[in-house]
């Protein structure tokens, strides 16, 4: 398979954590992703994986670094193993964690640094604030210090010209420590506020230290981000860029007053130690897909949800010629977009022209093919936002609509509260109205409706998740609890879970075969007597992948892929076995599509863009 950028995006990287050059050799690189190591000769042209001496599928990396003066000596750590170690160049690994305490893999080590002179001597922090050394590649391993009101240790960098000079990055603050780590003095860069210290530099000849911000993950906590520069080594701090939240910062070894820094609005570089910047994004383009549809009437139409940083202004942009080049389609619909992302773009298979978008201001639909939108919300509750859309294959404009609404309650006393209200609804004529199910369901608003299917060759056979696996044989007039459903994940799937992350698919070939997913590390489910039990099928996935949406070949049912923070996956055989579509490093996707024209040509969506994958 080939992949490729489509128009909108500039790049073609999966979810790349480090990127580790190799001072003696200008084509050799090394990118550290969620499972392991990959490596190329020829400067990017292709790619190889570096194994473990385990299987490489099953870990995650966190942090990684290269011996400055040996540069085929690799660390890299993982939250399951601890800290792993390769002498050449990633070809063999073996385990370093002599001395370090048990509970270590599970406060896992996100930041390391090796010594510019010395590939042997080695600094990591844990998620526990602790800071640990090694003097012999990981044969043995000192506690230097426990930092205090430090959560998580971010990053470390170490002063080229002199390794006494330590700097740390954390959850909530900036540390120092000019004798090796024996004493450190902790700073709080920006009072009141709540940031997060991910990445931290050294610059050699002034001395000068600078610190990323970003806000922190406390939602409650507001944060202002932006770069630091410390001229005293910690003692005092300036921010000298922006107030967006910055993920990365870093100094030219040659020209130590060249400085970069990376945020979600691109790259920015100082040609005077931080005093002036300037953008350095040529060739970068930041525009983020969060939904995408390809039109089955119009071959080479295409329409994909856009947003740029944070900002949702962007709304839908529409190609007729494959991909090359786009145009708004927003009339109707950009007096929503300030505030609202968009998630999931339908076109409806049987009807020319008609095009739903699930929003986070309520569900908008198009008759004209994208060049007009009317918010469709006649008979849902006030502020319902939907989740999930279906259609009915027949020729009947039925859509069946999963989501929720935040609805305020007052009591008697005058006291307020807000709650969420969940809704499954039934639309008759193409959206126009709708009609609340609750009735058929027990306690159904306080069901969590997340993911709706319709049975493809029994249109009056529909599917609903909530906390269990619900079946409806009439339409939506009676409903049957039959199965457990796919657990609701956990944690945040940052930027695809900005609706919900979780899927009901129903093999078009075998209706009884049912497959679900939910967004969490490695939930994908298969049922073979349509829905009543279930079980996870994820052989080949690696450990914590997140599932963000499944998509079944609408050539051959028995194959499907899924869209994960890793990249496109493909099964041949329904799930039995997984793997990677292409070979090396692919973008993160939050959503698949078929090209309903080309068979085999598969569109991927996600935060570096949208993509094209095409069969050789």
């Given at each position: 398979?080939?992949?490729?950028?489509?128009?909108?995006?500039?790049?073609?990287?999966?979810?790349?954590?480090?990127?580790?050059?190799?001072?003696?050799?200008?084509?050799?690189?090394?990118?550290?992703?969620?499972?392991?190591?990959?490596?190329?000769?020829?400067?990017?042209?292709?790619?190889?994986?570096?194994?473990?001496?385990?299987?490489?599928?099953?870990?995650?990396?966190?942090?990684?670094?290269?011996?400055?003066?040996?540069?085929?000596?690799?660390?890299?750590?993982?939250?399951?193993?601890?800290?792993?170690?390769?002498?050449?160049?990633?070809?063999?690994?073996?385990?370093?964690?002599?001395?370090?305490?048990?509970?270590?893999?599970?406060?896992?080590?996100?930041?390391?640094?090796?010594?510019?002179?010395?590939?042997?001597?080695?600094?990591?922090?844990?998620?526990?604030?602790?800071?640990?050394?090694?003097?012999?590649g990981g044969g043995n391993w000192v506690l230097l210090a426990t930092l205090p009101k430090t959560d998580i240790i971010l990053s470390l960098a170490l002063d080229p010209t002199d390794c006494r000079r330590l700097v740390a990055g954390g959850l909530y603050h900036v540390s120092t420590s000019a004798d090796g780590g024996a004493t450190w003095v902790q700073?709080?860069?920006?009072?009141?506020?709540?940031?997060?210290?991910?990445?931290?530099?050294?610059?050699?000849?002034?001395?000068?230290?600078?610190?990323?911000?970003?806000?922190?993950a406390d939602p409650l906590v507001i944060g202002t981000g932006g770069v630091y520069r410390s001229a005293d080594f910690g003692g005092t701090w300036t921010r000298v860029l922006g107030t967006a939240g910055f993920g990365a910062v870093a100094v030219d070894p040659a020209q130590p007053a060249r400085v970069y820094a990376g945020s979600g609005a691109g790259?920015?570089?100082?040609?005077?130690?931080?005093?002036?910047?300037?953008?350095?994004?040529?060739?970068?383009?930041?525009?983020?897909?969060?939904?995408?549809?390809?039109?089955?009437?119009?071959?080479?139409?295409?329409?994909?949800?856009?947003?740029?940083?944070?900002?949702?202004?962007?709304?839908?942009?529409?190609?007729?010629?494959?991909?090359?080049?786009?145009?708004?389609?927003?009339?109707?619909?950009?007096?929503?977009?300030?505030?609202?992302?968009?998630?999931?773009?339908?076109?409806?298979p049987v009807r020319a022209g008609a095009i739903y978008a699930l929003t986070g201001g309520g569900l908008f639909k198009s008759a004209d093919g994208g060049d007009n939108w009317r918010l469709r919300d006649r008979g849902l509750p006030h502020g319902f936002v939907p989740y999930d859309l279906a259609l009915s294959p027949g020729a009947a404009p039925v859509?069946?609509?999963?989501?929720?609404?935040?609805?305020?309650?007052?009591?008697?006393?005058?006291?307020?509260?807000?709650?969420?209200?969940?809704?499954?609804?039934?639309?008759?004529?193409?959206?126009?109205?709708?009609?609340?199910?609750?009735?058929?369901?027990?306690?159904?608003?306080?069901?969590?409706?997340?993911?709706?299917?319709?049975?493809?060759?029994?249109?009056?056979?529909?599917?609903?998740?909530?906390?269990?696996?619900?079946?409806?044989?009439?339409?939506?007039?009676?409903?049957?609890?039959?199965?457990?459903?796919?657990?609701?994940?956990?944690?945040?799937?940052?930027?695809?879970?900005?609706?919900?992350?979780?899927?009901?698919?129903?093999?078009?070939?075998?209706?009884?075969?049912?497959?679900?997913?939910?967004?969490?590390?490695?939930?994908?489910?298969?049922?073979?007597?349509?829905?009543?039990?279930?079980?996870?099928?994820?052989?080949?996935?690696?450990?914590?992948?997140?599932?963000?949406?499944?998509?079944?070949?609408?050539?051959?049912?028995?194959?499907?892929?899924?869209?994960?923070?890793?990249?496109?996956?493909?099964?041949?055989?329904?799930?039995?076995?997984?793997?990677?579509?292409?070979?090396?490093?692919?973008?993160?996707?939050?959503?698949?599509?078929?090209?309903?024209?080309?068979?085999?040509?598969?569109?991927?969506?996600?935060?570096?863009?949208?993509?094209?994958?095409?069969?050789?």
């Amino acid at each position: 398979m080939r992949a490729g950028g489509l128009g909108l995006p500039q790049t073609n990287d999966r979810i790349i954590n480090y990127l580790l050059p190799d001072s003696t050799d200008a084509g050799h690189l090394y990118a550290v992703t969620g499972t392991g190591i990959w490596q190329t000769l020829d400067g990017g042209a292709s790619w190889m994986a570096t194994p473990l001496q385990d299987d490489n599928a099953t870990y995650q990396f966190l942090g990684a670094a290269i011996a400055p003066s040996a540069p085929r000596v690799l660390y890299g750590s993982d939250p399951n193993a601890g800290i792993w170690r390769s002498s050449d160049g990633g070809g063999t690994w073996a385990l370093a964690n002599g001395g370090l305490p048990f509970s270590v893999p599970y406060y896992p080590v996100r930041a390391l640094a090796v010594d510019p002179a010395d590939a042997n001597m080695v600094y990591v922090g844990t998620g526990q604030g602790q800071i640990f050394k090694t003097t012999d590649g990981g044969g043995n391993w000192v506690l230097l210090a426990t930092l205090p009101k430090t959560d998580i240790i971010l990053s470390l960098a170490l002063d080229p010209t002199d390794c006494r000079r330590l700097v740390a990055g954390g959850l909530y603050h900036v540390s120092t420590s000019a004798d090796g780590g024996a004493t450190w003095v902790q700073a709080d860069l920006d009072p009141g506020a709540s940031q997060a210290y991910p990445s931290v530099a050294v610059d050699a000849p002034s001395g000068a230290v600078f610190a990323a911000a970003r806000f922190s993950a406390d939602p409650l906590v507001i944060g202002t981000g932006g770069v630091y520069r410390s001229a005293d080594f910690g003692g005092t701090w300036t921010r000298v860029l922006g107030t967006a939240g910055f993920g990365a910062v870093a100094v030219d070894p040659a020209q130590p007053a060249r400085v970069y820094a990376g945020s979600g609005a691109g790259i920015a570089k100082s040609e005077d130690g931080g005093n002036t910047w300037a953008d350095a994004n040529r060739g970068v383009d930041q525009v983020a897909v969060t939904a995408f549809a390809a039109d089955p009437h119009l071959p080479g139409t295409l329409y994909a949800a856009v947003q740029a940083g944070e900002n949702y202004d962007l709304g839908i942009v529409r190609s007729h010629d494959g991909g090359a080049t786009w145009t708004p389609a927003n009339t109707g619909l950009a007096v929503y977009l300030s505030d609202i992302p968009i998630y999931q773009i339908v076109v409806d298979p049987v009807r020319a022209g008609a095009i739903y978008a699930l929003t986070g201001g309520g569900l908008f639909k198009s008759a004209d093919g994208g060049d007009n939108w009317r918010l469709r919300d006649r008979g849902l509750p006030h502020g319902f936002v939907p989740y999930d859309l279906a259609l009915s294959p027949g020729a009947a404009p039925v859509l069946y609509l999963a989501g929720a609404s935040l609805q305020i309650a007052c009591s008697g006393s005058g006291n307020c509260q807000t709650q969420d209200v969940f809704a499954l609804a039934r639309s008759a004529d193409g959206g126009a109205s709708w009609i609340l199910l609750a009735g058929a369901v027990p306690d159904a608003l306080n069901q969590f409706w997340t993911a709706v299917a319709v049975d493809p060759a029994y249109p009056g056979t529909v599917y609903a998740e909530s906390y269990g696996l619900w079946k409806s044989a009439d339409g939506g007039a009676s409903w049957l609890e039959i199965g457990p459903g796919a657990p609701i994940a956990e944690g945040g799937a940052g930027l695809f879970e900005l609706g919900s992350s979780r899927r009901l698919r129903i093999d078009p070939s075998f209706p009884n075969i049912l497959y679900e997913s939910s967004g969490g590390p490695r939930q994908i489910y298969k049922s073979l007597d349509g829905g009543v039990t279930h079980k996870r099928v994820i052989a080949g996935i690696p450990r914590w992948t997140r599932i963000h949406d499944l998509l079944l070949d609408p050539r051959v049912s028995s194959t499907l892929y899924a869209a994960t923070d890793l990249g496109a996956l493909v099964s041949t055989n329904r799930g039995k076995l997984w793997q990677p579509l292409t070979a090396g490093p692919q973008p993160a996707l939050g959503h698949l599509a078929a090209d309903p024209v080309a068979p085999g040509t598969l569109y991927g969506a996600g935060p570096r863009g949208l993509f094209v994958f095409t069969p050789p």
